[in-house]
Structure formats: structure tokens, C-alpha cells
């Protein structure tokens, strides 16, 4: 989110318009995404993290977009999460039952201020009856001599000077000479085989230095947590053992450089008839990771281009669209936020492909009016050092009376530089009214084998799970319902180098809303769901969760009452 100024300016007639336009903001947060399972009954709370691993992040409100399986969520407490934007936890409610077969995908803003960031947006388009082109200029950067949570020494810009891209260079000395104090933790400057180290120390006649221990991870420094005191925490060191580092700390401070995004566009589009429609985007984007460094700004420019066409094959009883969409990516071309779906690499079975990406997708729609549509689209992904793969997908929805069947389906087949798959997925529903009743059952399935080139082994991708559903509800979804439905999945993983059952789940669930006036409504909801493994040294893992919620108005709705009663499981930090 941003706060600032904006103008827009718009001339001509309705049949040729024109349209001129400037933003400049402050920037309050920086895009990032937490990636997570869940945990089998677990509703939260979930902790996010930051880019870095950070535990303690501060989330700007409003700006997030929570995923499961690739669906989008809606925040409330009726709905199906909260978030503490404070403590930067996410809370599932009880209306949303968590499993440990959900993939969980949360994009947010997060509030980074380490410079001052202005952000620029303009543009301008201009429209015609057949044709339009625009074009526009987005600019994030940093100002390198406006610091807000750090003071850099001169020293400091000169290693940021050197390191260029690389935040691992991005380090400096954290050590500095300081005055004795008993309220403070102090260091020593001695030699242990020849290296200088620092050794906690209370002499006031020594020369004392203020220290501070950065943690950098397993067996990737040479101190370690020696206890942690009143005052503060005291570290000490531990020699190398056969050249390996045996500490998680040390004494640097990290530096964060600041850096710089513009990305300018042109798109265009031509249409010359209701049959006929063609259009197309280009983009240029320059992104500097180290505005103090030049090494290594080679890599700083990319650019990524879009081509769409449509055109109408047949308008009778049926009508027929064939369509193509070519995608052009550049590798060193970056973007604000993601260009594609949130599960885009696991569409595809990609682990951090490498080179340029190119994706060209065609096909048709096929769609009877008052009945329903079908498309069938092939699309082929290709990374110039790394994968090429090939994905046809079928999707479908029709409703013939009372009967309503829905299908959505693909089959993927990838090579990449380390492995082979095919990756199967199909989810299907079919539905019957009569009367204020309904009966349906639903079938999904995924079936993903990657075999490694190396070993003909499979990988830690390969999965299957089949889930078969029923229900019955009877009511107006829209007022008074009640639904009872019944789902059962098995779950196949890897065990042994083999793909092989693992689980079953039962879930058992009613949906209703009891009563709904101008004035009171009640509602009940009720989830249960019984995990039973194959290994008989695990025991099930059974979960519920429910609500019921009762609402109230009188005078005229100046007093509101509500009334609920809920169910859940979840963990809760210690306090």
C-alpha cells in the first residue's frame, strides 16, 4: 500500500478518448509470500514469515491474499480466516476446517522501512472504435542517502560498494570500542592458534568492545550461545573442527542495500470485428538489487512480451472461439508481484527452472447458449536451460434441466534437466434438483509420477489421492437449507523409493442455515473428519469443528444480539 498523490486527465469524445495519468507515493510495505502445509485439525495460529525467514513481521492491513489449493480466501470472522496484523498470524475459523492435504499460500505487504521508497506511476491510452494502445511507467527505488533503520558508516558503503548483488557479501564487522559498564555485555580482543577472536570479558583495565552476534545458521559460524544472562546474552567461540565451522553466530552486522525497479509497458489492442480480436503487451523492466554497486549490473534488464488472438470459427447453434496466447519471459526480467497462478510451478512440476520462459497455449470454447461451454486448450511451457513440457486441459460445465455436471481436467507431461513426469488431475461434480431438493457426488483424483534421470527413482513429487463425495440438501441456498454431505480421500506417498497408500480420510459435514426473517437468522455448521494411517503404530487423528450462530434485532435493529457457540482445535504460543 502506498499514500501520496495522484492526477488524471481524460480528452476527446466517447468514439476517440484519451487518458492521461500521474501518481507519486510513499511506499509503505514491500510484497512477500509465506508458504506453508497445514497441520492435520490444526486451525491456526499459522506464523508467517518474512522473505528471510523473519518470525516477527509486521503486516500492513488489508494487503494480503490467503490461498488454499490454489483457491482464494475471504477474511472475517463468518467467513473463512482472520489475521492479527500486529503479531502476523493467520486464524482459520471453524466454517473452513484445515487438513494436512492443504496447501496454503498467503501473499502480503509487509512494512520494511529500511530507506526512505518513493514509488511513480503514469501513463497514458488512447481508444478508438476498432483499436487502442497505451503505455505506462512504474517506478519503486529506494533513496540510498535516506537510511531510516540503519546508520551506515563510510566503511559499510564501501562494502556494499564491492559486494554487489550478492547479500552474502553484504556483511561488516559489528564490533566497536566501548566503555565499561556493569549493566553491559563486553568483549575482549585475544588469539586462539593464530586467529583473532573475541572473549567475553569483565576487566575494566582491558580495551573492551560492544558486540554484535548475527545468527547465520548451523555449522556457518564460529560462536555459539554460551548463556544468556540477565543483562543480556553471551556468546563464545568454538574452533573449527577439520576446516568445518562449529558455531551458528557471528560477529557481523548485516547489511541491507538499497535497490531500485522500473518497469515500463506498452500494450495494445485491435478489434476489427465481434469475431475478430487481437492484442498484445511488452514489457521492459530494470531492477538493481544494489544501488551503491555497479559490479554485476549486466544482469539488470529484462524483457517479457504477450500476443493474444481470438477468432470466432462458427455462430449457429453452437459457438466456436479459437484462441492462442503466446508469453514471452526473459529470465532477468522481474516484477513487482507474481505474473501467473499461485500454483503455476506445481502445474508444472517445476523446481527453480532456469533460462528463458516461453508459454504458447491454443485452443477452443465451445459454448451452447442457455446450456453450458466446453474448452479444450493445449499449452506448452519451455525454460531455455532447463524444462520443456507439454499439458493438455479439458474443462466443461453443462446443465440440462434439473441436472447440472461440471468436469475440469489435465495431463502433464515434462522433461527437465533432472527428471521425467506425468501428472494426471481431475475434479468432477454432478448435481440433480427436484423440487426444493438436491442430491450430487463429486469425484477428484491427482496422480503425479516424477522419476529422477540420474537413479529411475522416484521423487519427493510424486503423490496420488482419489476422493469420492456425496450430498443431500434440501431448501433455498439463498434463505432456509440444510446439507448433509460425506466425503472419503486415500492418499498415496512415497514410502521406500514406492508410491504407496499411506491414508484415508472420512469426512462427515452438515451446512444449514435454520432460520432467516428480516430480523433473526440461525445457522449451524458442523465438520468432522476421522484420519486413519496404514502404519499401525500411528494412531487416527480425529478432528471437529463446529458453529452455531444465532442473530437478533429489535427497535427497529438499534440493539443487535449475537449469540454463537463454536467447536475448534489449534495451538496457541506459550505466554
Given at each position: 500500500k502506498v499514500q501520496g498523490?495522484?492526477?488524471?486527465?481524460?480528452?476527446?469524445?466517447?468514439?476517440?478518448?484519451?487518458?492521461?495519468?500521474?501518481?507519486?507515493?510513499?511506499?509503505?510495505?514491500?510484497?512477500?509470500?509465506?508458504?506453508?502445509?497445514?497441520?492435520?485439525?490444526?486451525?491456526?495460529?499459522?506464523?508467517?514469515?518474512?522473505?528471510?525467514?523473519?518470525?516477527?513481521?509486521?503486516?500492513?492491513?488489508?494487503?494480503?491474499?490467503?490461498?488454499?489449493?490454489?483457491?482464494?480466501?475471504?477474511?472475517?470472522?463468518?467467513?473463512?480466516?482472520?489475521?492479527?496484523?500486529?503479531?502476523?498470524?493467520?486464524?482459520?475459523?471453524?466454517?473452513?476446517?484445515?487438513?494436512?492435504?492443504?496447501?496454503?499460500?498467503?501473499?502480503?505487504?509487509?512494512?520494511?522501512r529500511n530507506y526512505t521508497r518513493f514509488v511513480t506511476y503514469a501513463g497514458a491510452t488512447h481508444e478508438e472504435e476498432k483499436w487502442s494502445i497505451g503505455g505506462y511507467l512504474y517506478s519503486e527505488n529506494d533513496v540510498k542517502n535516506q537510511p531510516l533503520q540503519q546508520n551506515l558508516s563510510a566503511e559499510q558503503v564501501a562494502i556494499l560498494k564491492e559486494a554487489g548483488d550478492d547479500s552474502a557479501l553484504m556483511t561488516a564487522p559489528s564490533a566497536y570500542v566501548d566503555s565499561y559498564s556493569e549493566n553491559k555485555i563486553l568483549y575482549r580482543?585475544?588469539?586462539?592458534?593464530?586467529?583473532?577472536?573475541?572473549?567475553?570479558?569483565?576487566?575494566?583495565?582491558?580495551?573492551?568492545?560492544?558486540?554484535?552476534?548475527?545468527?547465520?545458521?548451523?555449522?556457518?559460524?564460529?560462536?555459539?550461545?554460551?548463556?544468556?544472562?540477565?543483562?543480556?546474552?553471551?556468546?563464545?567461540?568454538?574452533?573449527?573442527?577439520?576446516?568445518?565451522?562449529?558455531?551458528?553466530?557471528?560477529?557481523?552486522?548485516?547489511?541491507?542495500?538499497?535497490?531500485?525497479?522500473?518497469?515500463?509497458?506498452?500494450?495494445?489492442?485491435?478489434?476489427?470485428?465481434?469475431?475478430?480480436?487481437?492484442?498484445?503487451?511488452?514489457?521492459?523492466?530494470?531492477?538493481?538489487?544494489?544501488?551503491?554497486?555497479?559490479?554485476?549490473?549486466?544482469?539488470?534488464?529484462?524483457?517479457?512480451?504477450?500476443?493474444?488472438?481470438?477468432?470466432?470459427?462458427?455462430?449457429?447453434?453452437?459457438e466456436i472461439d479459437a484462441f492462442a496466447n503466446y508469453q514471452f519471459v526473459q529470465k532477468e526480467f522481474k516484477t513487482i508481484e507474481r505474473l501467473f497462478t499461485i500454483e503455476f510451478d506445481r502445474d508444472w512440476n517445476l523446481v527453480n527452472p532456469l533460462g528463458n520462459q516461453s508459454l504458447l497455449i491454443a485452443g477452443a470454447n465451445f459454448n451452447l447458449p442457455g446450456k453450458g461451454s466446453a474448452k479444450y486448450q493445449l499449452e506448452k511451457l519451455d525454460f531455455s536451460e532447463s524444462f520443456s513440457g507439454s499439458r493438455h486441459v479439458v474443462d466443461g460445465l453443462f446443465r440440462f434441466k434439473n441436472v447440472m455436471i461440471q468436469n475440469s481436467g489435465s495431463?502433464?507431461?515434462?522433461?527437465?534437466?533432472?527428471?521425467?513426469?506425468?501428472?494426471?488431475?481431475?475434479?468432477?461434480?454432478?448435481r440433480y434438483h427436484f423440487n426444493k431438493n438436491w442430491v450430487g457426488g463429486s469425484f477428484r483424483l491427482e496422480d503425479n509420477e516424477e522419476r529422477l534421470k540420474e537413479t529411475n527413482q522416484f521423487s519427493a513429487l510424486s503423490q496420488r489421492f482419489h476422493e469420492f463425495g456425496a450430498f443431500v440438501g434440501r431448501g433455498d441456498s439463498t434463505k432456509v437449507f440444510v446439507e448433509l454431505g460425506y466425503l472419503q480421500r486415500s492418499n498415496d506417498s512415497l514410502v521406500n523409493g514406492l508410491i504407496q497408500k499411506v491414508n484415508t480420510s472420512n469426512s462427515y459435514y452438515l451446512k444449514s442455515r435454520l432460520l432467516k426473517t428480516d430480523k433473526s437468522d440461525l445457522s449451524l455448521f458442523v465438520n468432522y473428519r476421522n484420519l486413519k494411517f496404514e502404519d499401525s503404530n500411528r494412531k487416527n487423528e480425529p478432528s471437529l469443528n463446529s458453529r452455531l450462530l444465532y442473530n437478533d434485532r429489535y427497535f427497529d435493529q438499534l440493539i443487535q444480539v449475537t449469540t454463537a457457540y463454536e467447536t475448534t482445535s489449534g495451538t496457541i504460543p506459550q505466554q
Open positions: 498523490l495522484a492526477a488524471n486527465f481524460n480528452f476527446g469524445t466517447p468514439e476517440k478518448k484519451t487518458n492521461i495519468f500521474a501518481s507519486a507515493a510513499l511506499v509503505r510495505g514491500q510484497y512477500a509470500k509465506s508458504t506453508f502445509v497445514g497441520q492435520e485439525g490444526n486451525q491456526g495460529p499459522y506464523k508467517l514469515q518474512g522473505p528471510n525467514g523473519e518470525l516477527y513481521i509486521l503486516v500492513i492491513s488489508g494487503s494480503e491474499r490467503v490461498f488454499v489449493n490454489g483457491i482464494l480466501l475471504t477474511r472475517g470472522e463468518n467467513k473463512d480466516y482472520t489475521i492479527d496484523y500486529n503479531a502476523g498470524e493467520i486464524i482459520f475459523t471453524s466454517l473452513f476446517p484445515i487438513t494436512s492435504e492443504m496447501r496454503i499460500n498467503v501473499e502480503y505487504q509487509y512494512s520494511d580482543k585475544t588469539q586462539i592458534s593464530g586467529i583473532e577472536i573475541y572473549e567475553f570479558s569483565t576487566d575494566q583495565e582491558e580495551e573492551l568492545y560492544n558486540v554484535r552476534f548475527t545468527l547465520v545458521g548451523a555449522n556457518q559460524g564460529n560462536y555459539t550461545l554460551a548463556n544468556s544472562a540477565a543483562v543480556g546474552r553471551i556468546y563464545q567461540y568454538v574452533a573449527p573442527l577439520n576446516g568445518i565451522p562449529q558455531g551458528n553466530y557471528e560477529p557481523i552486522v548485516r547489511l541491507v542495500a538499497p535497490t531500485k525497479i522500473q518497469i515500463a509497458t506498452v500494450m495494445g489492442k485491435y478489434k476489427p470485428s465481434e469475431k475478430t480480436l487481437v492484442d498484445f503487451e511488452i514489457g521492459i523492466s530494470n531492477n538493481d538489487l544494489n544501488l551503491f554497486s555497479s559490479v554485476a549490473d549486466s544482469d539488470n534488464s529484462g524483457v517479457a512480451g504477450r500476443i493474444y488472438a481470438k477468432q470466432r470459427l462458427l455462430s449457429k447453434k453452437w495431463i502433464l507431461k515434462s522433461d527437465s534437466d533432472y527428471s521425467e513426469s506425468t501428472f494426471i488431475r481431475n475434479q468432477s461434480q454432478a
